[in-house]
T-cell receptor, first 115, second 115 residues
Framework: AQSVTQLDSQVPVFEEAPVELRCNYS??????LFWYVQYPNQGLQLLLK??????LVKGINGFEAEFNKSQTSFHLRKPSVHISDTAEYFC?????????????FGTGTKLQVIP | DADVTQTPRNRITKTGKRIMLECSQT?????MYWYRQDPGLGLRLIYY???????NKGEISDGYSVSRQAQAKFSLSLESAIPNQTALYFC??????????????FGAGSRLTVL
């Protein structure tokens, strides 16, 4: 069974500082990996996804993530955060095999950008 | 207009009442989902539907039922609401015709409070 662990429930960071949000997954097969972002009072939207190929994936709003198969991680990074990045971030995993591709979400990390 | 529209956005009800949350989409996607979000628990899948005649239970379907009235409409019902069903509910869609990962498009959410 696939699962996702986001160890940090909250991450405070000063504006213009770098940030890393951690995500580890477990799966017995190859995986697709995602980061979704939820801004206050909104639904989730896709930030970036890893399907195959280059392990460094670039997403919207200057975010990027690196797939590390040996460490089963998919950490999200941004070199310089803005106030507008304040949101909750969810890591997710799905199994590419089969027709359904069930998506399993982590518990989320709240990023608080401090002015 | 939003691609995935949920109504109502907020609802307060009493224990034992029947509640329906509605979702409609203009994406033309065939797959629709209902998720529940609770603080610290992330998103959990309640029901999903691949087309009008294909409805499946998710992780936490007890106490809920769904109806896929048309390709574009998917409603979630709580036959007799209880306080632990207080949560933020999300409808999501995805398109099976797109090769690659199962990328979800979310509505803005319906916040339900059961007193």
């Amino acid at each position: 069974a696939q699962s996702v662990t986001q160890l940090d429930s909250q991450v405070p960071v000063f504006e213009e500082a770098p940030v890393e949000l951690r995500c580890n997954y477990s799966s017995s097969v190859s995986v697709y990996l995602f980061w979704y972002v939820q801004y206050p009072n909104q639904g989730l939207q896709l930030l970036l996804k890893y399907l195959s190929g280059s392990t460094l994936v670039k997403g919207i709003n200057g975010f990027e993530a690196e797939f590390n198969k040996s460490q089963t991680s998919f950490h999200l990074r941004k070199p310089s955060v803005h106030i507008s990045d304040t949101a909750e971030y969810f890591c997710a995993v799905s199994d590419p095999a089969g027709g359904y591709q069930k998506v399993t979400f982590g518990t989320g990390t709240k990023l608080q950008v401090i002015p | 207009d939003a691609d995935v529209t949920q109504t109502p956005r907020n609802r307060i009800t009493k224990t034992g009442k029947r509640i329906m949350l509605e979702c409609s989409q203009t994406k033309g996607h065939d797959r629709m989902y209902w998720y529940r979000q609770d603080p610290g628990l992330g998103l959990r899948l309640i029901y999903y539907s691949f087309d009008v005649k294909d409805i499946n239970k998710g992780e936490i379907s007890d106490g809920y039922s769904v109806s896929r009235q048309a390709q574009a409409k998917f409603s979630l019902s709580l036959e007799s609401a209880i306080p632990n069903q207080t949560a933020l509910y999300f409808c999501a869609t995805s398109d099976k015709r797109v090769s690659g990962a199962n990328v979800l498009t979310f509505g803005a959410g319906s916040r339900l409070t059961v007193l």
